[in-house]
């Protein structure tokens, strides 16, 4: 494979342009295959995926996008405007047809349905960042100025393209399985998976955004993520990974080497020595971290083991790190640092091992991706795999889509929702009623107990899996980005804390002196919300603003100069 997908890389850097070869390749099934795992190798997300979590509403971290920062960016230093790839994939459909009379209508469909899968991602991607964009589905000549000059397809027209390439895909591509075991390829269950993502974003954005006025045509996308989702979970071979320790296999499926193609539909493969990543440099030291931290305001969300709401408990708000983490979900634990974490220390096994402050903002420091071995802790030498498309995502899809159009109730909530939470330990009963604190989080957008709950259970369940930004986009909720971030309580300032009860002091916070991985001092970055106590607060300086221009980001300047056709996005002219 690491042969192919090398290989690879020099098909799509030569192709299409002309050589001696390329009027024959793509004639045999070798041929089909090398060309399909060059995508594979180009476009499959790598560790960067993890990243885009970072400017959402619940995590804090130490730097932001620029374009998050006040309201200061312009489309002159926009990018993304690329359509290299989609030139590779239109020349791979383009010339499919050299190989039609040497294999099997199977295999000849499966990578038509493996380069219309690729095609969908490229435009899921750009319509999601830009809108309308031009659509193209073939290779273009650079004398064609009609389609090289056009103006940009709208965005009803784009996502109707998207959705004809992902059906064909869904009901082509190989459920082989070869295809299918390592999880690491396209089959039909992976565009089936992404097909029920694409729909309900466009589902829900255009739902939410009435500005578009494409309300009536949102219940035909949620629909169709509805139908993907159910031939999944009644056709597929994924299910939950259950049955074994409540309080570590959640996490088993971001620390494993291997992939857990029981859960994981499709996934990034590393190993040791061959191919590897930082996300353990990144989680767990000063020196690579971005200080990725939760808030505490989403931290509250996290139920109790016995369905109830934390926030309903008495004293909740003041209520210290060392007792929040009682009787809580268990994937609060794996997802940051719990009172009872430990690591391998200089090779010793099971030390314990609390928050630094100089890693975590908040105290709630993130430990999803990373390894429980310090021996970890440098650049690019993690080699646990990736998951990008789990089952778990295919079953809150569902959910929520279903919600969406009005159709929830307790049976699918059973088949969906009660699963990943009994998986995690939780008592999985269907809530009596709304919960206030999550309406209020949400911005009254509404109270539907059954919408509340899965974007609960969406955010919790996928956190820190890519998926985040594009929920707060479609969902209208960019203000939530502006949130001030909260961390942990603290009753006083110049008192130790010890976060893990092992007589070592893991805090304090000062007025004055000098910070540290076990000191804060209060100053223009950190402030407690009441003065001398309260939460922990960081980031006035970075400043994030929300307006609502930002659903868009602006066509690129350079683009425009090109071709003035392509018009720009409201709010950026």
Known sequence: MATLCCSCNDFLTIYPENSISSDEFLSSE?????????????????????FSDQYTDYIATVGSTAFL???????????????GELRNINWFLNNLHRAKDNVSPEIYNHYEGVGRFWRAY???????????VPWYDRVLEPDDEAQLYK????REYVMDKVLEDLNFAAEYCSTNAVMTASSNRITRWVALAFKARICLFEGTYRKYHTELNLTSSAEKFLREAVSACEIVMRDGPYRLVTGGDVKKQYRSLFISANLNTTEVILGRTYKEGVSMHELTWM????????????????????????????????GYETMSYTNEFTNRDNRLAQTVIAPDYVRKLGGVDNRPYAPRFNVTLTGYQLIKWGLDDDKYDSQYISYNSLPIL?????????????AELGEMDETVWNQTIRLLRERAGVNGAVPATHDPYLATYYL??????WILEIRRERAIELCYEWVRYDDLM?????????????????????????????GITDLTISDSGSGGSDRIVIGDAYQLTEGNRGYLVYGAPINRMWTDRKYLHPIPTGAIQINPALGQNPGWE
Request: glycine share 8%; charged share 25%; proline share 4%.
């Open 444 to 449: 009254n957008q509404t109270t539907d107990k």
């Open 122 to 132: 490229f435009y899921y991607d750009k319509v999601r960042t830009f809108g309308d």
């Open 283 to 314: 989680s767990f030291t000063a020196a690579g971290s971005s200080r990725w931290s939760l808030i505490k305001q989403f931290v509250n969300q996290y139920l109790m083991l016995d369905g109830s709401r934390f926030t309903d408990q008495t």
């Open 69 to 83: 920062i006040a309201d200061a960016w312009r489309p002159e230093q926009q990018g993304g405007w690329g359509w």
């Open 390 to 402: 789990r089952y778990a995502e295919v079953l809150l899809s569902y959910a929520e889509a279903k």
């Open 474 to 502: 479609r969902w209208k909720m960019g203000k939530l980005i502006e949130m001030p971030w909260y961390g942990i309580y603290i009753g006083a300032k110049d008192t130790p804390y010890d976060l893990n009860s092992d």
């Open 30 to 50: 070798k041929d089909l295959e090398l060309y399909a795992n060059g995508f594979l190798n180009a476009y499959l997300p790598n560790q960067n995926f993890v």
């Open 151 to 154: 103006p940009r397809d709208s």
